[in-house]
Structure formats: C-alpha cells, structure tokens
C-alpha cells in the first residue's frame, strides 16, 4: 500500500523560504502526478502545484512566481519551495498522488493517497 | 476564487439521502472526483471517475454527472459522514487543479 511521509520546517518567519519534502513508499513512481495542496486555518484546499516523474510541473498562477516543485526519482521523494512566505502562507500543507486519464470522452482526475500534512506558520 | 462552486453547508437527517453538487464549466469535459475531509484530517478520496469508491469507502456513497454538475450522494448517511466535502477537477485548459469551496455536511 502507498504511503506519502511529509516533512519540513513548520514555524517560518516572514520572507524567508518554506521547504516540504514528501517521501513515496511501497508504490510506482512514475505514472503519476505528485502534487502540493495547502488549507489556511479554518478555510478550503488550494492547489498549489504538481510534478511527474519526468519532472513536468504545472503551478497555480497565483503562487507561480513563489513556488518551485522538484523531483528526486532516485529517492521516490518530491519537495516543494515557496519563496518569501507572509502569514497569508500560514497553513496545512499536504502531499498528495494523482492519477489523470480518459474514459470516452470524458477525462477523470483523482489524489487517491495523501499525506498527513505540516502545519506551517508564519510569523514573526 | 474556485472554478468549482458548492454550497457552503447542507443538512441531512439520519438515515436519509442527501445530495451534495458541484458545478463548473470544466465538468463538461472532466468528471470530479470527491473528498472526504473530518476536523484535523487529511482528505480521504470517496468518489472517482464515472461513479467509482475506492476499497472502504461505503456503497452509501455514489457520483453522477450532467451538464457541468457533478453531485455526490449519500443514501441513508450515518452520524459518521457528517464532515467537509471538497469536488475536484481540472479546470478547462487541462493545466491547472481546481477545488470547490467544500461543503460542510451536518447529520442531525
């Protein structure tokens, strides 16, 4: 069974960098997404980006210009920087694995594992 | 904003059916996937694809789709379901992820 374990910093001052890494256990690496999402306190998930194997990656624009997504192949590992954090960045942030296909004319795309998730803060 | 809208909170008695939608131009192309998600929980996938429940997830739980709204349904939900539930897609282009706002599901 797969299993994404989570790590980084969880107390941050502002500007400086955030750093998660997500580790994958017991399953492929390739064929998939491996992806970031966040949820501000007491708020929804907001998707912050994704990589494949290859080390494809696609960001949400609101965060583009911040965020840097890597792949560790090597390490079956996917980290996630995000640059000149404010307390707007305070939140839960999760790993997750994604699986994008097509069923006749339809596409369909799931996160059917995620991690735990790290609290991060932001403060001063 | 989300791409993806839903109804901030819906209400169920115990034992009845209860559907929660979801809509967005890009459900026309993408069917959505569902997530369960209780208070200091990470989400738990519950519906996928055409209406697909990944391995223990309940039957009670079922997806349909038409037009640009995607609904999960809930046939006689337990005190246990009551939780936030987030619809999920990509948006038009393909590109980028999207989330709804999530529903807040109360069992009375």
């Known amino acids: 069974q797969v299993q994404l374990q989570q790590w980084g910093a969880g107390l941050l001052k502002p500007s400086e960098t955030l750093s998660l890494t997500c580790a994958v256990y017991?399953?492929?690496?390739?064929?998939?997404?491996w992806s970031w999402i966040r949820q501000p306190p007491g708020k929804g998930l907001e998707w912050i980006g994704e990589?494949?194997?290859?080390?494809?990656?696609n960001y949400n624009p609101s965060l583009k210009s911040r965020v840097t997504i890597s792949v560790d192949t090597s390490k079956n590992q996917f980290s996630l920087k995000l640059s000149s954090v404010t307390a707007a960045d305070t939140a839960v942030y999760y790993c997750?694995?994604?699986?994008?296909?097509?069923?006749?004319?339809?596409?369909?795309?799931?996160?059917?594992?995620w991690g735990k998730g790290t609290t991060v803060t932001v403060s001063s | 904003s989300s791409e993806l809208t839903q109804d901030p909170a819906v209400s169920v008695a115990l034992g009845q059916t209860v559907r929660i939608t979801c809509q967005g131009d890009?459900?026309?192309?993408?069917?959505a996937s569902w997530y369960q998600q209780k208070p200091g929980q990470a989400p738990v996938l519950v519906i996928y694809?055409?209406?697909n429940r990944p391995s223990g997830i309940p039957d009670r739980f079922s997806g349909s789709s038409s037009g640009n709204t995607a609904s999960l349904t809930i046939t006689g939900a337990q005190a246990e379901d009551e939780a936030d539930y987030y619809c999920?897609?990509?948006?038009?282009?393909?590109?980028?992820?999207?989330f709804g706002g999530g529903t807040k599901l109360t069992v009375l």
């Open positions: 997750a694995r994604a699986l994008r296909s097509s069923y006749g004319n339809y596409y369909y795309y799931y996160m059917d594992v």
């Open positions: 017991g399953g492929s690496f390739s064929g998939y997404y």
């Open positions: 990589i494949n194997h290859s080390g494809s990656t």
């Open positions: 890009s459900l026309r192309s993408y069917y």
């Open positions: 694809g055409k209406n």
């Open positions: 999920n897609s990509r948006d038009s282009s393909g590109n980028r992820v999207v």
